[in-house]
């Protein structure tokens, strides 16, 4: 098959599908799970709730009284930083991402505050040029939760056996911003 009969193939197969290029610490993305063959595969990694599910929506919130635009808060974004993960959030004081006790991501409420968890901030890294998140090197875990997924760090011991491991994949963000708060 020709070169250019692949390409015009991929670009009619993959149409939604940012190609994923290299991140630097501070560039906003979103996150697609990659487990060839599984439920989970290719789909967004949503924050909800104070954690992070696949297959549930993004659940964002606009003050429209007191801020007089906000992004349109439909998709989950990350930053990363040093050793560290935010979402890419306006409000003052941002969220930070972390891993509860129990291996499973969540996020910081607005201004810093994870209601008295212990949690761990750091160990957070883009990998393979900048087209995984890891967490302490390793790649995380979709625990089944009703009819959703919800995210766990896989190098965490005692997290739930249950669920689907999957490769955390760095998709290209279209706007700095991904709401003003989640």
Known sequence: MKASTISTTLAAVL??????????????????????????????????????????PTSSYCP??????????KYTYFTSGNDTLSLSVEVPGGQRVYVAEDGS????IPHGSTGGQVVNYTGFSLADNGIHLKYLGGDFIAVPVGGAHKVYAAA?????????????????????????EY
């Open 156 to 180: 965490v011991e005692g997290v739930p056996k249950n669920g689907t491991s999957f490769a955390f994949r760095v998709q290209s963000a279209d706007a700095t911003y991904g709401a003003w």
């Open 15 to 56: 149409p939604a599908f940012a190609v994923p290029t290299a991140r630097s610490t501070g560039d906003s993305f979103g996150g697609l799970a990659i487990h060839s063959g599984s439920p989970i595969h290719l789909s967004s990694i949503n924050a909800n709730g104070n954690a992070f599910w696949i297959n549930k």
């Open 64 to 73: 429209n009284t007191t801020v007089s635009s906000c992004p349109e808060g």
């Open 105 to 108: 991501l969540g996020y910081t």
